[in-house]
């Protein structure tokens, strides 16, 4: 069973930093994607990056590129995406995602498993 845990998040002032971490076990493929999603309120989730097993591929959305970071550790257990430059439109609940399969999309329904979410929020 797929699970994964996401930390990190929490309230921080517009140009601060944030590191967020996902947890992932249960993978048993070698071709999958692990994604980062965000859902501000009122809003539709959005994709915000992504990388891919084996090759480390990355994908940003234009909103983010230049500012946020995503890697992950050489046992493939957990992914971190490193926040700069963060902006108010930044706040939203970050989600990360499973795709089997090869390719780094970043549409939410292309995403087999789920974690809880965890809060960003980039405030005064």
């Known amino acids: 069973q797929v699970q994964l845990v996401e930390s990190g998040g929490g309230l921080v002032q517009p140009g601060g930093s944030l590191r967020l971490s996902c947890a992932v076990s249960g993978v048993e493929v070698d071709y999958y994607t692990v994604g980062w999603f965000r859902q501000a309120p009122g809003k539709e989730r959005e994709g915000v990056s992504c990388?891919?097993?084996?090759?480390?591929?990355?994908n940003y959305a234009d909103s983010v590129k230049g500012r946020f970071t995503l890697s992950r550790n050489t046992a493939k257990t957990s992914v971190h995406l490193q926040m700069n430059s963060l902006k108010f439109e930044d706040t939203a609940v970050y989600y990360c995602?499973?795709?089997?399969?090869?390719?780094?999309?970043?549409?939410?329904?292309?995403?087999?498993?789920w974690g809880q979410g965890t809060q960003v929020t980039v405030s005064t």
């Open positions: 995602a499973v795709k089997l399969g090869v390719g780094t999309p970043l549409t939410p329904r292309l995403y087999d498993y």
């Open positions: 990388i891919d097993s084996p090759w480390n591929d990355t």
